[in-house]
């Protein structure tokens, strides 16, 4: 139950934390404890944000890893690597170039009739 329990907890406050900061997943998912300072987050860009009450009581309760990666959604109880592959994929479709529509030959197809121009 503890497990199911974290789990949720990790994928709301993932989300919340992707929509208050404005952050891609990629980018949530790579967030490190060091980046959490009170109640703002300091950006890879060196944005700091400020993140509600909600979510830092939600990191709190989250488990700190002590590896050497200090990642906070990173290990026994966060992202799998499938996910992250996942996530990394929806980028890259994301990032694609899109396709563009060009109107071709539009003053042939939108001809002016002038009336006192015209031949009986």
């Known amino acids: 139950m503890r497990t199911a329990y974290l789990e949720v907890l990790r994928n709301l406050t993932f989300e919340t934390i992707k929509l208050e900061t404005r952050l891609s997943e990629r980018q949530v998912a790579m ?59 929806m980028e890259q479709r994301l990032n694609e170039p899109k396709r563009r529509f060009i109107i071709w030959k539009t003053k042939e197809t939108h001809k002016r009739v002038d009336k006192s121009a015209m031949v009986c």
């Open 31 to 89: 967030l490190r404890w060091s980046q959490i300072n009170g109640d703002m987050i300091k950006t890879t860009r060196q944005r700091n944000v400020k993140v509600s009450r909600e979510v830092m009581d939600a990191l709190a309760l989250l488990p700190r890893n002590n590896s050497e990666t200090g990642l906070v959604f990173f290990g026994a109880a966060s992202l799998s690597q499938p996910e992250l592959e996942q996530i990394a994929g």
